[in-house]
């Protein structure tokens, strides 16, 4: 079993504007010249299409319009917690398995929310699986610890 990925950061802000952050408005704060199928390609995402809802998709909206599924929706519970199937896949790669992400959102006081994030079931992908978690594990530092949280007001 390759270990979970945990991220926990506090973000300046209560639980539902933390929630609303990072559900309604991933396409501000996620840096779409960094951590996209179009920037391994050496372009720049135009946007991401975001349906928070069970069974909701996130998509990546290519430089040259291709979209790209990064993952769905299982569970949504406003203000409290979503659960995703998750790969941002490589250019060209075939996904027939996503990792597990968890996101929780935990009041700490009226204007502080502790978001914690749950990355699992690395062995869908594979022998990459353990390369993989090594990837997102810093890449989660800059897209959930700095841009989300910076988009959160810190």
Known sequence: ???????????????????GVFVNEMDSWWPLS???VSAMGGGVAKALRV???????????????????WGTFQSFDPHDSIS???????????????????VRFMPVEDDRTRVELTQTNWEALGEWGATLRGGY?????????????TA???
């Open 34 to 36: 960094r951590f996209t």
């Open 152 to 154: 959160c007001g810190g």
């Open 84 to 102: 995703m199937d998750f790969h941002i896949p490589q250019p060209g790669e075939v996904v027939e398995s996503r990792t597990l992400v968890e």
């Open 1 to 19: 079993m390759i270990e979970p990925l945990v991220k926990t950061i506090e973000v300046p802000c209560d639980q539902e504007t933390a929630f």
């Open 137 to 149: 594990d810093g890449g989660w530092d800059d897209i959930f610890g700095q841009a989300y949280k």
């Open 51 to 69: 349906e928070p809802r069970v069974g909701g998709t996130i998509v990546e909206i290519g430089h040259d319009n291709t979209e790209y599924l």
